[in-house]
Structure formats: structure tokens, C-alpha cells
């Protein structure tokens, strides 16, 4: 679903759609960790790039760092090299995707997981709606801990890192605790 998505945009947004067909489209996926095999998130977004490689003939490159400082470096270096298609995983990128938007517009942008502060004309966000899935998985939970201890009903989770798209997962999830 990710990389459908990230073709339409490339297509969409291609004026010159016959030179697509002519040469192969170039695609980067960035993001902030030390692995893309995290048996997570990366991991899926990984795997749907590889089938687009497949499906598609795309050139993929990946790249993985856990600095914290050279968001616009980054894209910056695609962005020279002429990439199609820039791929940002996280809402740590969205000021550097804004301002790489702007210095190569002959490039499109993905930011995956937030909502782009400034709107730009070759930049799109995606967003998951996780809250979707967390509240019935908490209340499934609940009814779980309930049916096999009513005397001290027991859950957990582990949310990792404080950030906006865990807490979006997790308040739904602990919401039918509260009933």
C-alpha cells in the first residue's frame, strides 16, 4: 500500500510521464535507526520497496543513520544525484523535507508519518491510522486480563519512544482499561 501510494505520487506529479517508461525511476527510503530488518515498521516499508523493485524495475538505495543532525545533508545528497523519488520515514524530517522540496523541486518527497507543516508542490504526507487498530486490540486486552483474573485484572505495553505516533497508538489502546 506504502509504495502504491508513492507511485501515484511519482506519476502524478511527472509531467513528462513517456520518459518514465524509458528510464528506471530512482528511489530512496530514509530514516533514523540501526536497522531496516527491525522485524517493525522499517522492515515492512523495506519489504514493500523490494517488491517494488520487482513489480516496477524501480532502483532502490536505503539509507540508515542514527544522527540526529543531518536530516538535510541527507536529502540533500539525493536530491543532487537526481532522485525520483525521496522517501523521509518519521516527523523528526519534516523542516529538512520542506526545505529539500524547495531546492529540488525535479525530485518528489514522501513524509511518512506526520503531516508536512508547509504544503509543497512535489510533497506529500502519509499518515496511518493506527488509533483505528490500537482500540480494539486494547479492548480485546482488557476483556482478555478480565476473563482470566477478575480479582486483579493485569496488561501492559511498551510504547518506546515518547513521541506523537506512539502516543497515537497507545491512548486508544489503554482507553477501554479506563471503562
Known amino acids: 500500500m506504502f509504495l502504491l501510494i508513492a507511485l501515484v505520487v511519482i506519476t502524478a ?3 513528462e510521464d513517456e520518459k518514465l517508461t524509458e528510464q528506471k525511476i530512482k528511489v530512496v527510503m530514509l530514516a533514523n535507526g540501526f536497522t531496516f530488518d527491525d522485524l517493525s515498521f ?6 514493500g520497496m523490494e517488491q517494488a523493485k520487482i513489480d516496477f524495475g524501480f532502483e532502490v538505495e536505503y539509507n540508515l543513520d542514527t544522527a ?4 538535510l545533508q541527507r536529502l540533500d545528497a ?3 544525484m537526481y532522485f525520483d523519488l525521496i522517501i523521509a520515514i518519521g516527523f523528526m524530517w519534516n523542516d529538512a523535507v520542506i526545505d529539500a522540496a ?3 523541486p525535479q525530485s518528489k518527497f514522501v513524509l511518512v508519518d506526520t503531516e508536512l507543516s508547509e504544503p509543497q508542490a512535489n510533497a506529500v504526507s502519509i499518515l496511518f491510522d493506527v488509533d483505528e487498530a490500537s ?3 486494547g479492548f480485546l486486552s482488557a476483556w482478555w486480563a478480565d476473563n482470566h483474573t477478575t480479582v486483579n485484572p493485569v496488561i501492559a505495553y511498551v510504547g518506546a519512544m515518547e513521541i506523537p505516533q506512539i502516543r497515537q497508538f497507545i491512548e486508544p489502546w489503554i482507553m477501554p482499561f479506563m471503562l
Open 13 to 15: 506529479c511527472n509531467k
Open 42 to 47: 522499517l522492515q515492512s516499508c523495506k519489504a
Open 68 to 71: 540526529t543532525d543531518n536530516y
Open 78 to 80: 539525493y536530491g543532487e
Open 102 to 104: 524547495k531546492k529540488y
Open 135 to 137: 482500540y480494539p486490540l
